[in-house]
């Protein structure tokens, strides 16, 4: 096949492009290009000459309507200058391309308020689940334990035991659906990839500080059907090296970080199956 | 007709912000609420269909699964009272400004000028409320009305009137612009009246040197070519003011001090800029030779060091002190997106890697009545808080270092320090990255943010005290997502090599950024009526000096400049041509092509004779209290670990992102229970290698009771022994000297001005001294000189503060060491001598008292010892390393055992003692704060390569880690002085902050 290659959209407030681009090379990709937003408008960057993209943590126009909100709105609206086509339209072909999305954080944010997760039976666009403030009124930076579902069709999670431990950073964390079958659905198809828990990832929680933002369910992250779409509060591209590891001084860890396994399934699926 | 869009929460879900509000209220202002709803209202001036704006409210301004929306109708429901809270005109409003990009994609192509989308947030309370309890709860907690506007409405007033009426702040302007000429050939004591009048902050003195510049027959004659008459303009007389403001010129700095020792001894002492602090990096730079690692000292924005051999270090420390005293939010933010101006137009410009931020604050649970205009100062502490939150975290720049300092005094202003380090490439295109220039005919390029009449004055009315009549328009908001588009075009315009010089937009506007810029080729000119505004109705004078935050201003060579536009387009960010830069001599301002101001660059820059100031330092005893000897200091440690000053400030920092760019090593909070508090942070600016980048700070106000110069002298050990903690190598690191001083000026207003210019002094001298002995170079700084509040009959100065920070190099950060002790049988040493200096301890504090025995410094010793243990470090003998400032030993050894979740056992025996035999006692080996000390555990095995590391520097092994989660210090009589459960120490420690 020909090189694997990620993308990391950047611009209007998204912060964690660097590291991001890291994790992706470090995770086996072959080329991490980030593209800040306005060279995906102009048209010089299209997304369909990438198989991964990266939507990142940051704060996305100073999420002054909400988080990542007036992003969304700008996906949805803004056209590729000096042409018809919308930039919403490279995303949609791109998902149905099959190829990968991850989403951390304020690209969570993003994915959940454009629609694109959970993305029931295969509707990318419509909106049924967000994420608000959190339940202690603040923004948060605190690592938290993240149990993993194994039953999950998630390919970025694929090996994980029991659970990863990552840092959150956000004021607005808090998972919630807007109808309990949305919930229940998300439950029964095993789409909650991860969830707060306790440190020996025995269980769900719903205490402060673990669950940080009383996150519905102590939801943390969530993928959509086909398992290609994945967003999650929490960040692994924050901790691919061990001295990211807040007591990496005093415990025994491996070289790479909880993080990394993302990125490397990433770069393995894309190698195997596009 | 404006239309409002109300946005409210679904039934049903839990308002986390109205809740938060709801704490706050009972918290601060002990007033009882049942329950608080937020609504966001959306006020669009604008010609809209209906279609649209009910596609706007659907779609970007409200969240289909969690909020409904309202068109021209009351959101609110079940309440006793509302309140709505907006911006004043002219405010930065960030979410109306989103808010109106939204609206233009919808509709597909920009808003005219003049129309626009406000923000507001309503607030409904229900509860058993008077009136008068909601107008408390809206001028005390939900606003600040300098800067936003509110309405209450009973439920009854509001059911009537059909809810809030629309209301648009716009700025109303003034009819025509003018330029006037003011006459100087008055009275002296009208001279006066239009300084202060003007908030020109110009002494008799300088007002008498304009007036006889005004009277040369060249200079009428020259302005006469011009079409200018004999009297200076508006323009020029602002400009002036301006760059002579003691907040641009550092008058005091430069000034010739006459000072006299307590010997009167007498000394004059040409500008302590030059005497000491330039001296010292030069001084120290001679003596590192080849190893010499500064690259650009004092002349740029920020200073720039060697990091290796592609890649630059570049760090300053700012303060915002007066504006966060009127506006803490605004204050903050605008301090710490400012100070991210700096290192970024350093030199071609830096990619920036982290913030640091120390806040000095009186007791937020103050409890006596405040002068007038005084915000009580947990109203301080919650905005400068939240504002270098959303500054720092916005920006996405980690906050990886600093501390809170508490000190009744610094009620009458806070202190604010906001720094930023960026990493530059050591070259840019071929051209080494710290280096910059003009060439006459470079365009004058101004980017970012539009100007407006907000941050007029910040210069000079920093300049002066804090008063009643403080201006208004000298608070703004910063916006971070405006700058970071800014940043994100620039950095990228820097590696094409669009541009020639970089500066920032600060303190002074254009009139500042520009002077200067121009000093590099000898003159400039511009026409200020091509600066773009944020609304119409600027006088000229009022363009120049606006400190409208997010704007840098460049020097673009012709030739590029089509193609930076065009870039500059595609981002989405803003940039303009005011005019050019020239050889002539002249700084040059037109308005609409007719001059308004001429000044002569020399005039300018060096038409300012130094200041005269008096210095006479005499000794002054506090009394000295001895405590009677106890048996048990266990109560005592338990209440050191909950003062103010020591207690965990992880309320305050969990709220500051301390991790995005990924490359933090050592966090702010560490140990077992990610709760222990760091010494110093080390950070890895390149995610693909191990080099790392240390920082760390120093400072002690409270010693400045006794003598400046050993505040001056601990502060700056504190820093390096914070940084040397961890790990950072003495071979690369230098210091940045922050001054906030009380007025030091003789005067009227301060009798006891020769004192406070002879404790700077000292501080100067003293900071000469120990940087010398230490290696240490500075490379940037700032001096914040008029910290008190004055209303005429209460006057409050802030104690001398010195904050001193360090930036430097560790090899591997793979070898970084951690302060909370790592495992059970671990040997447990004290690196340094304690001696009898309980003076302006915390615990001299505690017990209602100063003393005069400070801790002095010896660094010869220090230095001897910081090397030693670096060479242990970098062996990987050290477990953990501890140091020891605030509450001493005791203070110290709790924080190690209860971050590491393990016990301690200390014997107060065989500490070292430095002094009398006879004064040799308990108290003070647990509470003394004697300098340069270290608290080390070393696994056994290491024992032996460990003591012969650091063999002659005056260790002492003093005890071990244990099993058990106690720590006990066996006094020198060999019983028990501590003893206390971790879990007790550790309650006392989190619980006093922990609500904040």
């Known amino acids: 096949m020909s090189k694997s290659r990620a993308i990391v959209i950047t611009g209007n407030g998204t912060n964690c492009e660097m590291e991001a681009a890291h994790a992706c090379l470090t995770g086996g990709f072959d080329e991490a290009v980030i593209a800040h937003i306005s060279e995906l408008l102009s048209g010089a960057i299209r997304l369909d000459d990438f198989h991964f993209l990266n939507l990142t943590g940051g704060f996305l126009d100073g999420d002054d309507l909400g988080s990542a909100k007036a992003q969304a709105n700008r996906l949805k609206n803004a056209v590729i200058s000096g042409s018809k086509e919308k930039l919403v339209e490279q995303f949609s072909r791109f998902i149905a391309d099959g190829k990968l999305i991850l989403g951390v954080c304020n690209g969570f944010q993003l994915m959940v308020k454009m629609g694109m997760l959970p993305g029931f039976d295969g509707n990318y666009l419509h909106q049924t689940a967000t994420l608000t403030y959190n339940d202690c009124g603040r923004f948060q930076d605190r690592w938290c334990y993240l149990k993993a579902d194994p039953e999950s069709p998630c390919i970025f999670t694929r090996g994980i035991d029991k659970g990863i431990y990552l840092p959150i950073r956000h004021g607005e964390g808090k998972f919630l659906c807007d109808t309990p079958a949305t919930l229940e659905r998300i439950e029964q198809e095993h789409l909650a990839v991860f969830k707060y828990s306790d440190s020996c990832y025995s269980a769900p929680t719903m205490a402060f500080p673990e669950n940080p933002n009383g996150s519905t369910h102590a939801i943390a992250g969530i993928c959509d059907a086909s398992g290609r779409l994945m967003g999650m509060m929490p960040h692994p591209e924050a901790f691919v090296h061990y001295t990211q590891h807040p007591r990496w001084t005093r415990e025994e860890l491996p070289e790479s970080g909880d993080g990394l396994i993302l990125y490397k399934n990433a770069a393995d699926y894309v190698k195997l199956s596009l | 007709?404006?239309?409002?869009?109300?946005?409210?929460?679904?039934?049903?879900?839990?308002?986390?912000?109205?809740?938060?509000?709801?704490?706050?209220?009972?918290?601060?202002?002990?007033?009882?609420?049942?329950?608080?709803?937020?609504?966001?209202?959306?006020?669009?001036?604008?010609?809209?269909?209906?279609?649209?704006?009910?596609?706007?409210?659907?779609?970007?301004?409200?969240?289909?699964?969690?909020?409904?929306?309202?068109?021209?109708?009351?959101?609110?429901r079940e309440f006793d009272f509302a309140v709505e809270v907006g911006f004043r005109p002219g405010v930065t409003d960030n979410v109306g400004r989103t808010a109106r990009e939204a609206v233009e994609y919808l509709v597909g192509h920009p808003i005219p000028a003049g129309e626009s989308v406000y923000y507001s947030l309503q607030?409904?309370?229900?509860?058993?409320?008077?009136?008068?309890?909601?107008?408390?709860?809206?001028?005390?907690?939900?606003?600040?009305?300098?800067?936003?506007?509110?309405?209450?409405?009973?439920?009854?007033?509001?059911?009537?009137?059909?809810?809030?009426?629309?209301?648009?702040?716009?700025?109303?302007?003034?009819?025509?612009?003018?330029?006037?000429?003011?006459?100087?050939?008055?009275?002296?004591?009208?001279?006066?009246?239009?300084?202060?009048?003007?908030?020109?902050?110009?002494?008799?003195?300088?007002?008498?040197?304009?007036?006889?510049?005004?009277?040369?027959?060249?200079?009428?004659?020259?302005?006469?070519?011009?079409?200018?008459?004999?009297?200076?303009?508006?323009?020029?007389?602002?400009?002036?003011?301006?760059?002579?403001?003691?907040?641009?010129?550092?008058?005091?700095?430069?000034?010739?001090?006459?000072?006299?020792?307590?010997?009167?001894?007498?000394?004059?002492?040409?500008?302590?800029?030059?005497?000491?602090?330039?001296?010292?990096?030069?001084?120290?730079?001679?003596?590192?030779g080849e190893k010499d690692f500064c690259l650009s000292v004092f002349k740029d924005n920020a200073g720039v060091i060697r990091f290796n051999d592609d890649w630059s270090l570049v760090f300053k420390v700012e303060t915002h002190n007066s504006p966060s005293a009127l506006d803490p939010y605004g204050g903050a933010l605008t301090g710490i997106v400012g100070v991210n101006r700096d290192p970024f137009g350093t030199g071609q410009g830096a990619k920036l890697i982290f913030n640091t931020d120390v806040f000095c604050f009186a007791d937020p649970f103050y409890a006596k009545p405040l002068p007038k205009r005084l915000l009580h100062p947990r109203r301080i502490f919650e905005g400068v808080v939240e504002g270098v939150e959303h500054g720092g975290n916005k920006s996405g720049i980690p906050t990886v270092n600093g501390s809170i300092v508490f000190d009744e005094r610094f009620c009458g202003k806070p202190l604010v320090f906001c720094g930023t380090a960026g990493l530059m490439p050591a070259f840019v295109n071929g051209?080494?990255?710290?280096?910059?220039?003009?060439?006459?005919?470079?365009?004058?390029?101004?980017?970012?943010?539009?100007?407006?009449?907000?941050?007029?004055?910040?210069?000079?009315?920093?300049?002066?005290?804090?008063?009643?009549?403080?201006?208004?328009?000298?608070?703004?908001?910063g916006d971070p997502i405006t700058q970071k588009r800014m940043f994100d075009f620039l950095i990228r315009a820097r590696d094409k090599g669009l541009y020639r010089f970089i500066t920032d937009n600060g303190a002074g506007g254009l009139s500042s950024s520009i002077g200067e810029m121009a000093g590099e080729c000898n003159g400039c000119r511009m026409d200020l009526a091509k600066a773009p505004l944020k609304y119409p109705g600027l006088e000229p004078w009022e363009i120049l000096i606006s400190e409208a935050q997010e704007r840098m201003s460049l020097a673009v060579p012709p030739e590029n400049i089509d193609e930076f536009l065009a870039m500059a387009q595609r981002f989405g960010v803003e940039a303009t041509v005011l005019g050019e830069f020239t050889d002539n001599g002249v700084f040059h301002v037109l308005y609409e092509d007719k001059t308004v101001a001429w000044l002569p660059m020399a005039f300018m820059h060096e038409g300012l004779p130094p200041m005269q100031i008096p210095a006479r330092w005499e000794v002054r005893r506090q009394a000295e209290v001895r405590i009677a000897a106890k048996n048990d200091?266990?109560?005592?440690?338990?209440?050191?670990?909950?003062?103010?000053?020591?207690?965990?400030?992880?309320?305050?920092?969990?709220?500051?992102?301390?991790?995005?760019?990924?490359?933090?090593?050592?966090?702010?909070?560490?140990?077992?229970?990610?709760?222990?508090?760091?010494?110093?942070?080390?950070?890895?600016?390149?995610?693909?290698?191990?080099?790392?980048?240390?920082?760390?700070?120093?400072?002690?106000?409270?010693?400045?009771?006794?003598?400046?110069?050993?505040?001056?002298?601990?502060?700056?050990?504190?820093?390096?022994?914070?940084?040397?903690?961890?790990?950072?190598?003495?071979?690369?690191?230098?210091?940045?000297?922050?001054?906030?001083?009380?007025?030091?000026?003789?005067?009227?207003?301060?009798?006891?001005?020769?004192?406070?210019?002879?404790?700077?002094?000292?501080?100067?001298?003293?900071?000469?001294?120990?940087?010398?002995?230490?290696?240490?170079?500075?490379?940037s700084g700032k001096d914040s000189m008029k910290n008190d509040f004055y209303d005429g009959s209460v006057k409050i100065s802030i104690p001398p503060t010195l904050l001193f920070s360090v930036i430097g190099r560790m090899e591997d950060a793979r070898k970084a060491v951690t302060m909370d002790a790592k495992r059970p049988g671990d040997l447990v040493y004290l690196l340094g001598a304690t001696a009898d200096e309980l003076g302006g301890s915390e615990y001299s504090a505690a017990n209602g008292f100063i003393g005069n025995n400070v801790p002095k410094v010896d660094p010869e010793t220090a230095y001897g010892r910081y090397r030693a243990y670096h060479q242990a470090v970098n062996l990987g003998l050290v477990a953990s390393c501890h140091d020891l400032s605030d509450g001493g030993l005791a203070v110290a050894a709790a924080e190690s055992a209860f971050a590491g979740g393990c016990g301690m056992e200390l014997k107060l025996a065989a500490v070292l003692y430095k002094g009398e035999?006879?004064?040799?006692?308990?108290?003070?080996?647990?509470?003394?704060?004697?300098?340069?000390?270290?608290?080390?555990?070393?696994?056994?095995?290491?024992?032996?390569?460990?003591?012969?590391?650091?063999?002659g520097t005056g260790i002492a092994a003093i005890g071990k880690v244990t099993e058990k989660l106690q720590l006990t210090i066996e006094g020198i009589g060999g019983s028990a002085v501590v003893q206390a459960d971790l879990a007790e120490l550790k309650e006392a420690w989190q619980g006093t902050l922990r609500d904040l």
């Open chain 2, 917 to 951: 035999a006879a004064d040799r006692r308990d108290e003070l080996l647990l509470f003394s704060e004697s300098a340069s000390r270290l608290l080390v555990t070393v696994h056994p095995e290491k024992r032996q390569a460990f003591e012969q590391c650091l063999q």
């Open chain 2, 633 to 779: 200091y266990t109560g005592d440690l338990k209440q050191l670990l909950s003062a103010l000053n020591i207690c965990s400030k992880e309320s305050v920092v969990r709220r500051y992102d301390h991790e995005v760019q990924g490359g933090s090593v050592v966090k702010p909070f560490t140990g077992i229970s990610n709760d222990g508090p760091s010494d110093a942070a080390v950070v890895r600016p390149l995610l693909g290698s191990f080099e790392a980048v240390v920082t760390a700070h120093g400072i002690c106000p409270r010693y400045s009771d006794i003598d400046t110069w050993h505040m001056t002298t601990n502060a700056v050990d504190e820093a390096l022994r914070n940084y040397v903690a961890v790990g950072g190598s003495l071979d690369l690191v230098a210091g940045l000297d922050n001054f906030c001083w009380c007025d030091p000026v003789l005067s009227d207003k301060t009798p006891d001005g020769s004192f406070k210019m002879a404790q700077l002094v000292r501080s100067n001298k003293a900071l000469y001294d120990i940087c010398l002995a230490y290696n240490l170079p500075l490379i």
């Open chain 2, 123 to 288: 607030y409904l309370f229900s509860g058993d409320l008077t009136r008068s309890c909601v107008e408390r709860i809206a001028t005390e907690l939900l606003c600040n009305t300098l800067i936003q506007r509110y309405t209450i409405l009973s439920a009854a007033e509001f059911a009537q009137a059909g809810g809030f009426p629309p209301l648009v702040p716009r700025v109303q302007v003034a009819a025509k612009i003018a330029v006037k000429e003011i006459d100087l050939e008055v009275l002296d004591t009208e001279l006066v009246r239009i300084s202060r009048d003007g908030v020109l902050a110009l002494t008799l003195e300088e007002m008498k040197i304009i007036q006889a510049h005004y009277r040369s027959p060249k200079v009428i004659a020259a302005r006469a070519a011009q079409g200018l008459g004999a009297k200076p303009t508006d323009v020029e007389l602002e400009c002036l003011a301006q760059t002579w403001s003691e907040h641009c010129k550092h008058k005091i700095f430069a000034a010739t001090v006459h000072y006299e020792d307590e010997n009167g001894k007498k000394e004059e002492i040409n500008s302590l800029f030059k005497s000491y602090i330039q001296r010292t990096t030069s001084d120290v730079r001679k003596r590192m």
């Open chain 2, 1 to 76: 007709m404006p239309n409002r869009i109300e946005v409210a929460l679904r039934h049903g879900v839990r308002d986390a912000r109205g809740e938060r509000i709801k704490r706050e209220i009972e918290h601060f202002l002990k007033i009882q609420v049942t329950a608080v709803q937020t609504i966001d209202i959306y006020t669009v001036d604008a010609e809209l269909p209906q279609k649209l704006l009910e596609a706007a409210a659907s779609g970007p301004f409200s969240d289909p699964v969690m909020q409904e929306w309202l068109l021209d109708s009351p959101a609110g």
């Open chain 2, 431 to 477: 051209q080494p990255g710290h280096e910059k220039s003009i060439k006459a005919g470079d365009l004058i390029v101004m980017t970012g943010g539009r100007i407006g009449k907000d941050g007029i004055h910040g210069a000079t009315f920093s300049s002066e005290e804090l008063n009643e009549n403080s201006p208004v328009t000298a608070v703004q908001i």
